[in-house]
């Protein structure tokens, strides 16, 4: 059997209610807010489930709209989610089922909390955010290959490279500026002000 960490061990120990409320609280902290209460997580057993569900809350999708990534939404005060054993392990990375659960889970309490916060709203921002604060692995991208192009075409899109190349923006926002650059860019509500702003934060964003 393959060795799990203890953070993993702890995880599948704890009851989701549980686990959502100790991620509630270090996203609360990070984001430096109160904590969001009457959160609930309803574990889903299989995909085919939580895209039924999905769809209950898309009335205007079909089954095939549902985005090959989903294995989490959150509307309102809930979290609908693959449960751990049927959670599938990312690609390209060693992390489990187990801890991509957590790190999903995670995930989107994030957007509760980017929710509440004001500015023009953009897919790679948001969900670079929430993979970000998640420490969720996906891979690093050149410089060169992360164009102003490529983020206007992610701004609005269910295109999965908003997930990746979000993270590899935020993280590179966090870890040369801070938190509270990021929480700049987010709040800011004119889009060309935010793109200005990250040509000049990264000269090599053209």
């Known amino acids: ?43 889903c057993p299989t995909k085919e489930e939580l895209i039924k569900v999905w769809l209950g809350y898309n009335p205007d999708k079909k089954q095939n709209d549902a985005p090959d990534y989903l294995v989490a939404f959150s509307p309102d005060k809930d979290i609908y989610i693959l449960s751990t054993d049927t959670m599938p392990p990312y690609q390209h990375s060693e992390v489990s089922g187990p801890e991509r659960y957590k790190m999903v889970l995670k995930h989107e309490l994030v957007h509760k909390y980017l929710s509440k916060i004001p500015g023009a709203k953009v897919s790679w921002l948001e969900e670079g955010t929430c993979s970000h604060i998640a420490n969720q692995p996906y891979p690093k991208w050149d410089e060169a290959d992360i164009t102003a192009g490529l983020l206007r075409d992610l701004s609005h899109t269910k295109d999965g490279r908003k997930y990746a190349v979000g993270k590899n923006i935020v993280d590179r926002i966090v870890g040369e500026y801070g938190k509270e650059k990021l929480f700049e860019i987010i709040k800011m509500e004119d889009r060309e002000e935010r793109n200005s702003e990250l040509q000049r934060m990264f000269p090599w964003l053209k």
């Open 1 to 43: 059997m393959e060795n799990q960490s203890p953070e993993t061990q702890e995880s599948q120990m704890q009851s989701p209610e549980e686990l959502a409320a100790n991620c509630n609280t270090e996203v609360a902290e990070f984001f430096e807010m109160d904590e969001i209460g009457g959160i609930k997580v309803i574990n």
